[in-house]
């Protein structure tokens, strides 16, 4: 795999850093310099609390590869509870018990492997919320 | 728009392990040379997404050029996921109408199963974001499922609600000899098909497959004197939305298929009630759905509707898939997009067989790139 292509993004896979639009005030996450509402730059860090809830979710059974040996693995939209959607794996969780609204909290595991010598990519993935959402 | 469509080529849609990419290519241009009786074309557009991933192999403008006898002709690969073959399309019409090249050649071509499995589904999921989507290992059946399951929660529905489309599907590729799937499908066996991606089931998700179609294209004058029923390329729009769902608004909402929709029809000078069928991106039955409403066809959180009362059939208000659709018909990703246009151009021509919607004068195809990301319609019309 690619190093320095997951190298670069562990502020965002570890800590959920984002921003914060210098015009409008909204939050943004996954970063991207320039406002998904106004257009304008926006390019200072916010480090998201992780607190959320589920807004869909799905169980894949049919894995790509690298991900194989997770299968099945849910998927979900989060709603972070600053206002952004997320794309994370859930865990920590059987299949049964997600539902849509549930709270979740972000939370640090291995992603995917690439075999017996290759990287580990480490990155967020969300479980059943353990901790109260905070007033933001 | 002064751009007429004067030949059509496609192959059968399906697994075919004894053909190469350059001959699924050459066959479809083949047969869309012999249709418009010309022999070679001054440009050429090679609509396609996967040839580097599944075969090892880019460059397909001069490959297939090189290999279709066409040595020295102006050719490039066009890509936007599985919206890549209606984005050639686009760009044959667009060089064409710049005055630049008279007669130009679209072709849709993906080969899909030099490679099998995991490696096929993960070559599936790069038009998603890689690094935020992909990276998370979500799949385009993955993407489906998230779409599809906000989409039950929001309108009340069970899965059992989006039969209709799959079922209207096989129904009309029961009719079309190059379809994938000949079989019809019985209704209450639907919601318990193998899951893909809860609750993307196997009867949900439109199958992969190998398959080329090609179009040619000239100006409307030069057209009416080289055959004799050219089809009116009367609207041609393409709109972008966010790559990924996470970052939409309003992620039930697919605004890039609506944007263009409305270009499209501003420029055929028409409204959807004189649309007489509809070739949608049906690769999953929520993207029928979310396409018939962005296209206005439905109010939101009701193009579900349009299956379940029968109106999408042949003969219902609104005809979609009427060869088979992606679901019947197959899905060869980066061709997806040709084949709806020589479906249209067939059923204005009259020449759809059993196939045939009875009268069709105006048709709409829209070929999206994964969840809506990119769209790109376009409005035919038998010329008068």
């Known amino acids: 795999m690619e190093v320095s292509r997951h190298w670069r993004l562990q502020a965002q896979r570890y800590q959920l ?27 200072e860090l916010y480090t998201f609390t992780g607190l959320g809830e589920i807004y869909s979710y799905t169980t894949i059974y049919d894995a790509p590869a690298g991900f194989e040996h997770n299968a099945p693995y849910m998927v979900a939209l989060i709603k972070l509870e600053e206002g952004p959607l997320v794309t994370a794996q859930l865990t920590d969780m059987d299949p049964s018990e997600a539902q849509i609204g549930m709270p979740v909290e972000m939370v640090t595991r291995k992603l995917r492997t690439d075999g017996e010598e290759g ?5 967020y993935k969300f479980r059943p919320a353990v901790k109260e959402l905070t007033a933001v | 728009m002064n751009v007429s469509i004067i030949g059509l080529g496609q192959t059968e849609v399906k697994e075919m392990w004894d053909t190469s ?42 490959l297939v050029a090189d290999f279709a006898g066409m040595r020295g002709v102006e050719a490039v690969t066009v890509e936007a996921a599985d919206a890549s073959g209606g984005m050639a399309l686009r760009q044959a019409i667009l060089a064409v109408k710049s005055g630049l090249v008279e007669t130009a050649l679209a072709v849709g071509v993906e080969k899909m199963t030099d490679q099998t499995g995991s490696a096929v589904t993960a070559a599936m999921a790069y038009g998603l974001d890689a690094d935020y989507e992909a990276m998370q290992g979500l799949t385009l059946a993955g993407m489906g499922a ?43 066996r639907f919601a318990s098909a193998p899951l893909v991606a809860d609750p993307v089931n196997l009867f949900d998700m439109a199958p992969a497959a190998d398959g080329a179609a090609a179009v040619i294209v000239t100006s409307r004058e030069k057209a009416m ?37 409305q270009k499209a029809l501003a420029q055929a000078g028409v409204t959807t009630e004189e649309i007489d069928l509809f070739e949608l991106h049906d690769s999953f039955t929520v993207l029928a759905a979310l396409s018939l409403e962005a296209a206005g066809f439905a109010g939101r959180g009701e193009g579900w509707m349009l299956a379940r009362d029968g109106e999408i059939g042949r003969n ?4 979609i898939s009427t060869f088979g659709g992606l679901k019947a018909r197959g899905n060869p990703m980066g061709a997806t997009g040709m084949y709806q246009i020589v479906e249209v151009a067939r059923q204005l021509r009259g020449q759809a067989g059993e196939c045939q919607v009875e009268g069709a004068k105006v048709g709409m195809a829209q070929n999206l790139g994964t969840n809506g990301a990119t769209a790109v319609t376009h409005i035919l019309r038998v010329a008068e």
Request: aromatic share 6%; net charge negative; proline share 5%.
């Open chain 1, 17 to 43: 850093v984002g921003e914060t639009c210098d015009s409008c005030g909204v939050k943004l996450f996954p970063p991207r310099d320039v406002c998904l509402e106004c257009e304008a730059p926006a390019q």
């Open chain 2, 21 to 62: 990419i350059r001959h699924l290519a050459w066959y479809a241009i083949e047969a869309a040379l012999d249709d418009a009786h010309i022999s070679k074309v001054d440009a050429l557009y090679v609509g396609n997404m996967l040839s580097g991933e599944l075969s090892q192999q880019n460059h397909l403008g001069a």
């Open chain 2, 146 to 188: 998230l779409l599809m399951r906000r989409y039950m929660f929001e309108h009340g529905l069970d899965v059992a609600d989006f039969a209709g489309f799959s079922v209207n599907a096989h129904a009309n590729g029961a009719a079309n000899p190059l379809a994938m799937f000949r079989n019809r499908l019985k209704p209450e």
């Open chain 2, 316 to 319: 219902g208000r609104i005809p």
């Open chain 1, 119 to 123: 990287m580990i990519v480490y990155g």
């Open chain 2, 225 to 261: 004197d080289m055959v004799p029923q050219p089809v009116e390329i009367a609207g041609s729009a393409v709109a972008t939305d966010t790559i990924a769902l996470h970052d939409r608004r309003d992620v039930l909402w697919l605004q890039a298929a609506a944007t263009s929709v």
